[in-house]
Nanobody, 125 residues
Framework: QAQLAESGGGLVQPGGSLRLSCAGS????????IGWFRQAPGKEREVVAC????????YYADSVKGRFTISRDNAKNTVYLQMNRLPPADTAVYYC??????????????????WGQGTQVTVSS
């Protein structure tokens, strides 16, 4: 059974860093487009970063560009999201998803096949 599991969330002070992990089981993340999304209370789920299946090209939302980095560790079947210089506005539940149909980048949550359970990131002093 294919599953995704996020970890690494928590409480961090403004300006701090966190690294989120998205571990796959039952399928190989390397061969699929993986996206990180987030959803804050009262807001819609939005794409934060994405890494494509075909050439590992990446996409970042403007709000996180230069602060977040998405990467793969194929040996661990895991995709990471390194988050630096976090402001309170980054507080949200973060989800990773897998789009099994995409060859390139995928920015629409409805097109994703599998989702993890989410991990809470809270940026507060």
């Amino acid at each position: 059974q294919a599953q995704l599991a996020e970890s690494g969330g928590g409480l961090v002070q403004p300006g701090g860093s966190l690294r989120l992990s998205c571990a796959g089981s039952g399928f190989t993340l390397e061969y699929n487009t993986i996206g990180w999304f987030r959803q804050a209370p009262g807001k819609e789920r939005e794409v934060v970063a994405c890494i494509s299946s075909s050439d590992s090209s990446t996409y970042y939302a403007d709000s996180v560009k230069g602060r977040f980095t998405i990467s793969r560790d194929n040996a661990k079947n895991t995709v990471y999201l390194q988050m630096n210089r976090l402001p309170p506005a980054d507080t949200a539940v973060y989800y990773c998803g897998a789009d099994l149909e995409a060859m390139g980048l995928s920015l629409i949550s409805d097109e994703y096949t599998y989702w993890g359970q989410g991990t809470q990131v809270t940026v507060s002093s």
